[in-house]
């Protein structure tokens, strides 16, 4: 969920300043910051370029709208200075880091590099649901406690979605976790997390002590772990704290972490242990909350200081569902449908 935590840890932050939007600022020798708009609450996602002898290489897309195309036509005219792109990675389905993946494929004639499942997922995304993925949605909603017109509006995004991201219409190459992979002039390890999304690819430069970390490690915010419609009784939130204690082994503490959305800063396992311990926090006021029965929508007290709002409340109710299935993974809480269908959570 996008929300703010309590900034325990102190984090390092070696840059004062940002990159104007849509244009770049260098943090280490060949390997740009591209500051690119977004046309949602989220205003900007970070983009990261790098040059190499034989090209360029940009890590994730921005979301596919006119503003974004004419941002990357401006660089390839004045920082790729006659240079091509050789390779495009895309860190997971997302589309603010999706969204232009094929447009940049097709301009430049190349396949992307993805994880399989965040290639399969952004591909289900151009295309949109099908029929029979809509019931299956409508049905999940309703055992959440939506009523009709939320369940509208929730079709109604969904269409919306689709026009922010471009057809893939070519293959891919498939990158997999530990996989060391050259990308501008250094060598880049692969390292996936699970549960922000289902294959999401970080990369570590052991050369250079710096850790792309897509939505992995953000500094301000927490990235949202949600249960999705198709994957009801998925524990996602699990999967979460298990990347993240994997990542806090792998990744030095002193490593230079590049986020997707904020400035670049040191204290990554100071980062991870905050992410983690405000989950935890999350899971005890749940416990607690639902000592008598509760819907979905009904536990949002228990876990969100704000109330709310239309926009938000796919993301709640999935971040929501993740608390409950953690819970439930656990031994710590049952459910049962009321007559109404409606899924009902209860403490044990
Ligand atoms: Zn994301």
């Known amino acids: 969920m996008t929300k703010k935590i309590t ?37 900007h ?26 941002v990357w036509i401006n660089l390839f005219e004045t920082l790729f200075k006659g240079k091509s792109l050789e ?32 290639y399969q997922e952004t591909q289900i995304l151009s295309e949109g649901i099908e029929k029979s993925q809509e019931f299956i949605a409508l049905d999940f909603y309703k055992s959440c406690g939506y009523d009709d017109a939320s369940i509208k509006r929730y079709l109604e995004r969904v269409s919306y979605r689709k026009t922010l991201v471009t057809p893939l219409n070519r293959g891919y190459n498939r990158i997999r976790d530990k996989e060391i992979i050259t990308l501008g002039d250094h060598e880049w390890e692969i390292m996936i997390a699970t549960g922000h999304s289902p ?7 052991k050369e250079n002590n710096i850790f792309v970390c897509g939505d992995v490690l953000l500094p301000r915010i927490t ?26 082994e792998r990744v030095p503490d002193d490593a230079l972490i590049l986020p997707s959305h904020g400035y670049p800063y040191y204290g990554a396992h100071k980062r991870i242990d905050s992410i983690v311990e405000d989950h935890m926090d999350k899971l005890k ?44 993974g656990e031994g710590k809480m049952e459910m049962k449908k009321n007559s109404d269908g409606v899924n009902c959570y209860k403490s044990i």
């Open 7 to 43: 900034e325990k840890e102190t984090l390092e932050y070696p840059f004062s300043k940002r990159p104007p939007n849509g244009d770049v600022l260098e943090v280490s020798p060949n390997l740009y910051w591209l500051r690119m708009p977004l046309p949602i609450a989220l205003n």
């Open 87 to 118: 390779k495009l990675l895309i860190t997971h389905m997302h589309l603010d880091h999706s969204g232009l993946a094929g447009w940049l494929s097709d301009h430049w004639n190349l396949d992307p590099y993805f994880t399989e499942k965040e």
């Open 199 to 205: 294959e999401h690819a970080c990369l570590y430069s």
């Open 223 to 248: 990235p949202n772990i949600s249960v999705r419609p198709f994957h009801a009784e998925s524990n996602p939130l699990n999967d979460w704290i298990n990347s993240l204690k994997e990542i806090k």
């Open 45 to 70: 996602i970070n983009l990261w370029l790098l040059e190499g002898k034989n090209g360029w290489t940009i890590i994730d897309s921005g979301m596919a709208n006119d503003e974004s195309k004419e």
């Open 285 to 328: 006021s749940l416990h607690k909350f639902c000592k008598h029965s509760k819907n979905v929508i009904e536990v949002f007290p228990a876990l969100f200081a704000n109330e709310i709002n239309e926009n938000a409340l796919i993301l709640a109710v999935g971040e929501s569902l993740a608390h409950l299935n953690y819970l439930i």
